[in-house]
């Protein structure tokens, strides 16, 4: 027996927002057996802006092919509105990568909740410049690769990374996840997957970039810690906030309680960016995301 799951689809558009657009997509789902279970949109201005759709449709009593649908959708609504589109299927699993260093609070929120079905990726390697991690993520029966990099190797290194994720033969993941992987990815890696790299910030972006947030927090006496999930860019800390989360704090906490606190934060914001983008929630728009979360 089928479930809903297994049958859904996703349709992301974004496209100048003007009259009708709403309509022609559901008359088009309609005529094609198509039943929505979900929609949601966003316009940044009704005249002149942007407008943007996340919908939900069971495909049980389609009509057509995904290839037939696909060519009919373009034919019959998007073209004429001007759309960027993308139609996904649910059962078809994306492939997520991880990449870590030696801290393993977010890789562990990731692969409990990937072993409990809470995030329904395939995931084919875990890359670490570290050692450490080895027999957690074997344990969970993923594979682990070591990869060390340094400054005098990092372009050897990247390209080893790049062949164990499949760039030779031509299969690179759908997704990789920086859960605290403790380099800095070179532009040209970043470039062969745009907003397919999601890192976690260990604080509230754009405060305190760089290295140890938790002292600079610290010092400036700060009553709000956070984290910060993002898409990577070739500038530092400085792509597409997908989701950030924030706990207060006082004057009675220490450095470590700190650091306590901003790891479950950490895990937290990095799971559920993670679960938008592979449940297709996210729109990137600039600089800037739509989360129909």
Request: aromatic residues 8%; contains cysteine; glycine residues 6%.
């Amino acid at each position: 027996m089928t479930t809903a799951f297994e049958t859904t689809a996703r349709l992301l558009i974004t496209c100048p927002d003007r009259p009708g657009i709403v309509a022609a997509v559901s008359a088009f789902m309609f005529a094609h057996g198509a039943n929505i279970t979900e929609l949601d949109q966003h316009s940044t201005d009704p005249s002149g802006g942007r407008f943007f759709m996340r919908l939900e449709f069971q495909t049980p009593d389609l009509d057509m092919s995904r290839d037939a649908l696909r060519q009919a959708f373009a034919r019959e609504v998007a073209d004429r509105f001007g759309m960027d589109w993308h139609i996904s299927y649910a059962a078809d699993r994306q492939r997520m990568a991880i990449l870590v260093s030696r801290h393993d609070h977010a890789l562990m929120e990731l692969l409990w909740r990937w072993q409990r079905g809470e995030l329904p990726v395939d995931i084919p390697v875990v890359i670490s410049n570290h050692d450490d991690l080895r027999a957690e993520v074997e344990r969970f029966g993923v594979r682990f690769e070591h990869v060390p990099i340094d400054a005098a190797t990092h372009a050897d290194a990247e390209a080893r990374m790049l062949d164990l994720l499949g760039e030779r033969e031509g299969a690179l993941p759908d997704l990789i996840v920086l859960a605290r992987y403790m380099r800095i990815l070179s532009a040209s890696f970043v470039e062969r997957m745009p907003n397919r790299i999601i890192n976690i910030h260990h604080s509230f972006l754009p405060a305190f970039v760089g290295a140890d947030p938790y002292r600079q927090a610290s010092e400036r006496g700060v009553k709000l810690i956070g984290a910060t999930a993002h898409y990577v860019t070739s500038d530092l800390d400085q792509g597409p906030i997908i989701e950030q989360d924030t706990a207060r704090v006082s004057h009675r906490h220490e450095i470590d309680d700190l650091r306590h606190l901003g790891r479950d934060l950490e895990r937290q914001v990095l799971a559920r960016a993670v679960r938008w983008h592979v449940e297709d929630r996210v729109i990137v728009d600039g600089n800037k995301t739509i989360v129909f979360a």
